[in-house]
Each structure stands twice: as C-alpha cells, then as structure tokens.
Nanobody
C-alpha cells in the first residue's frame, strides 16, 4: 500500500509564498513521474505541475514563472514552491506519483490566498 504524506498548505495573503511537500515513505522501487493537481471550490480538478524521473518539468500556463516543482529522489519527495500567490490559486492541492505503471494520490492540502 502506497501512502503519500502531504504538508505545507495554509492561509496566506496575495503575493506571499508557500511550499508544499509530498512524501512517499517506504517506497523502494523507482518512482517515475510526480506532480500536483488542484481543485478550486466549485471547479474540476486541474493539472498544475509535473516532473519526470529525469527532472523534466511542465506547468499549467497560469502558474508558469510563479511555481516551481522539484523532487528529492533520496527522500521520495516532490515539492511545489509557490510564489506570488493570487486569490485564484485558492484550492485544495493534491500530489501524485507514478510507480510501476500505477498512479497514487495523496490527500489534499488546502491553500487559501486572501486579497
């Protein structure tokens, strides 16, 4: 059973920063892709950022230049550094990993950005 531990959400003001973390402890096999989605109130879940095992990243256009995804393979952890946060970034953020052809999701962490 793969369990992802997510942390780092909270309430911030517009323009501030937050860093989200998502760890997959106890996994010994190689983790392929890692990434983040988010779901704003009343909206569908949307892709935010992705990082491959080789470090290639991609982002949804709305966060490019403000968010940075990174990973620490030794810790089986993916991070999302969020800068210059805006009220439209308010959402529950979910991480995922891909391992052995299977997708695993972490529980969400809420990010609230006040204006």
């Amino acid at each position: 059973q793969v369990q992802l531990v997510v942390s780092g959400g909270g309430l911030v003001q517009a323009g501030e920063s937050l860093r989200l973390s998502c760890a997959a402890p106890g996994i010994t096999a190689t983790i392929n892709d890692m990434g983040w989605y988010r779901q704003a109130p009343g909206k569908q879940r949307e892709f935010v950022a992705h990082i491959s095992s080789g470090g290639t990243t991609n982002y949804v256009d709305s966060v490019k230049g403000r968010f940075t995804i990174s990973r620490d393979n030794a810790k089986n952890t993916v991070y999302l550094q969020m800068g210059n946060l805006k009220p439209v970034d308010t959402a529950v953020y979910y991480c995922y990993i891909v391992r052995g052809g299977m997708n695993y999701w972490g529980g969400g962490t809420r990010v609230t950005v006040s204006s």
